[in-house]
């Protein structure tokens, strides 16, 4: 696994950490809010980067 690849997922995993909490923990409304917004802003930006690396991936090899 690259480097890049373990830090995505671990961004992913945070972002499912604060999407759980947001939705399951009775928060105020500005900190469910400031939940759900990390959570969003980290799981996109990780499914984006995991798609370009899997498409990377896919792409074949020039000989």
């Known amino acids: 696994m690259s ?4 830090i ?6 945070i972002g499912f950490t604060f999407l759980f909490l947001a939705v399951f923990l009775d928060l105020s ?3 469910k809010w400031l939940f759900l917004a ?10 984006v ?5 899997g498409l ?3 792409k074949p090899s020039k000989k």
């Open 3 to 6: 480097k890049k690849l373990a």
């Open 8 to 13: 995505y997922l671990s961004m992913l995993v």
């Open 29 to 31: 409304e500005k900190l």
């Open 38 to 47: 990390i959570a969003i802003i980290l799981n996109v930006t990780c499914a």
């Open 49 to 53: 980067a995991a798609m370009r690396i």
């Open 56 to 58: 990377k991936e896919m």
